[in-house]
Antibody, heavy 121, light 108 residues
Framework: QVQLQESGPGLVKPSQTLSLTCTVS??????????WGWIRQPAGKGLEWIGR???????NYNPSLKSRVTISIDTSKNQFSLKLSSVTAADTAVYYC?????????????WGKGTTVTVSS | EIVLTQSPGTVSLSPGERATLSCRAS???????LAWYQQKPGQAPRLLIY???SRATGIPDRFSGSGSGTDFTLTISRLEPEDFAVYYC?????????FGGGTKVEIK
């Protein structure tokens, strides 16, 4: 069964770029049935969708973050990555990667456990 | 952007009671693209319901979803101890998506 695992630095300095990777195991990231997304959650708050990527490299981003977000995919490593530039304390959150199914239905059916990123000097 | 408003923010119930959670959208949402998730402390969200009323794999039948247009409901028919958690609705549309603010179901 497919599993996702986030990895990356837990501490990022303000104004720098946050970089995270999601490794997919138990299945191929190149499966044409799924998109691969990032979601974040500040402590004690709700969920915010960041963006997604398809195996072709096609991306969609949250309009509120679009100017700072880049999502990429490496099918040879079965990984996809998130870069968020010019971070501030407001970007401190748990970051999740997830598998998205967009067909007749939409849903996120597989999630990573999440990784905490703190923005602080 | 479609805004999803969930109510109540918190509901206090006892095991065995029925929980009714509301999700209201600022614009009409395609029924195919409305989902519900459960999140417990320290865990990632778990898919419960998709397409308004279809249960995800392994989800017990005490969970049910209903609604259309701008008003959607998640019902837990008889609360089990493991059901006390935060519940989020989510909608997808125009290549974007939003979550509601969540409803916390706590033990009374």
């Amino acid at each position: 069964q497919v599993q996702l695992q986030e990895s990356g630095p837990g501490l990022v300095k303000p104004s720098q770029t946050l970089s995270l990777t999601c490794t997919v195991s138990g299945g191929s990231i190149s499966s044409g049935s799924y998109y691969w997304g990032w979601i974040r959650q500040p402590a004690g708050k709700g969920l915010e969708w960041i963006g997604r990527i398809y195996t072709s490299g096609n991306t969609n981003y949250n309009p509120s973050l679009k100017s700072r977000v880049t999502i990429s995919i490496d099918t040879s490593k079965n990984q996809f990555s998130l870069k968020l530039s010019s971070v501030t304390a407001a970007d401190t959150a748990v970051y999740y990667c997830a598998r998205e199914r967009i067909s007749f239905y939409y849903y996120m059916d597989v999630w990573g456990k999440g990784t905490t990123v703190t923005v602080s000097s | 952007e479609i805004v999803l408003t969930q109510s109540p923010g918190t509901v206090s119930l006892s095991p065995g009671e029925r929980a009714t959670l509301s999700c209201r959208a600022s614009q009409s949402v395609s029924s195919s693209y409305l989902a519900w998730y459960q999140q417990k402390p320290g865990q990632a969200p778990r898919l419960l319901i998709y397409g308004v009323s279809s249960r995800a794999t392994g989800i017990p039948d005490r969970f049910s979803g209903s609604g259309s247009g701008t008003d959607f409901t998640l019902t837990i028919s008889r609360l089990e101890p493991e059901d006390f958690a935060v519940y989020y609705c989510q909608q997808y549309g125009s290549s974007s998506l939003t979550f509601g603010g969540g409803t916390k179901v706590e033990i009374k």
